[in-house]
């Protein structure tokens, strides 16, 4: 999906796309596992596929070196999905280690497969890397 820097970032945040998760998609930093799980709800939405694989863990079930198939995955997930909302429900913030735990309202084909996650992200050299996903149930 397109989105112009100038709407609101797909994140929910209510802030510009341009002063929200394009930054990170940019380039720079996220400081906190909460503002890199949001900013790779976003980049799923854009379809930045890049950003989804350089902030992915190596220990993470979707890692592989086959850089192609991985881009197709993320394309075909990000073009065939309407993002409707999502709900930030739990953030714990430790040094190395954080989970969030998240609500994505999601549907594809016009089927809810909406899904709440509880994120695994450690910090490896000072950058926040996604990890792992628990899904649980409502
Ligand atoms: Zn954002």
């Not at 379809?47 to 992915?56: C, E, L, Q, S, V």
């Not at 993470?60 to 997930?77: A, C, M, R, V």
């Not at 990890?131 to 149930?137: M, R, T, Y």
């Amino acid at each position: 999906m397109k989105v112009s820097v100038n709407s609101f970032c797909p994140c929910g945040s209510k802030k510009k796309y341009k002063k929200c998760c394009k930054i990170y998609h940019n380039g720079s930093n996220p400081s906190t596992a909460l503002e890199l799980m949001k900013s790779r709800y976003s980049a799923f939405i854009v379809g930045d596929y890049k950003y989804i694989i350089k902030t992915t863990h190596k220990e993470n079930i979707d890692y592989t070196g086959d850089l192609k198939s991985w881009k197709e995955s993320i394309l075909d997930f990000s073009n065939n999905s309407e993002f409707k909302k999502l709900e930030i429900i739990d953030f714990t913030k430790e040094d190395k280690v954080s989970y969030v735990t998240f609500k994505a309202i999601i549907l594809q084909n016009n089927k809810d497969i909406s899904f709440i996650e509880k994120s695994k992200f450690y910090k490896v050299n000072n950058t926040w890397l996604y990890h792992s996903g628990e899904f649980l149930n409502e």
